[in-house]
């Protein structure tokens, strides 16, 4: 399995970024797909989270703000509004099977 993600950027506090991964290989939609981050200095967080036809999963941090999605089995989005500078950080996605697969991550930078 291979993921690439894609979207991230400079932007200001409040606007809004969309990011997305591709999954290569063998990724089915009954397997969870995520999202995690890492601030600089900081372990790597869970975002949010989907699998299957179960309701999406998020952080606290980030409810009512984000919003995951899955397109077809092997294409992840993730819509980032309102952001705040504290979301600054790598977004990886990930999906896990047998074993939890890492993208090589995308950077997200808030600030004005």
């Known amino acids: 399995v291979q993921l690439v993600e894609s979207g991230g950027g400079l932007v200001q506090p409040g606007g809004s970024l969309r990011l997305s991964c591709v999954g290569e290989g063998s990724v089915f939609r009954s397997f969870t797909m995520a999202w995690y981050r890492q601030g600089s200095g900081s372990e790597r967080e869970f975002v949010a989270s989907i699998t299957g036809r179960e309701a999406p999963k998020y952080a606290e941090s980030v409810k009512d703000r984000f919003t995951i999605s899955r397109d077809n089995p092997k294409t992840l989005f993730l819509q980032m509004n309102s952001l705040k500078p504290e979301d600054t950080a790598v977004y990886y996605c990930?999906?896990?099977?047998?074993?939890?697969?890492w993208g090589q991550g995308t950077q997200v930078t808030v600030s004005s």
């Open positions: 990930s999906y896990t099977d047998y074993k939890q697969w």
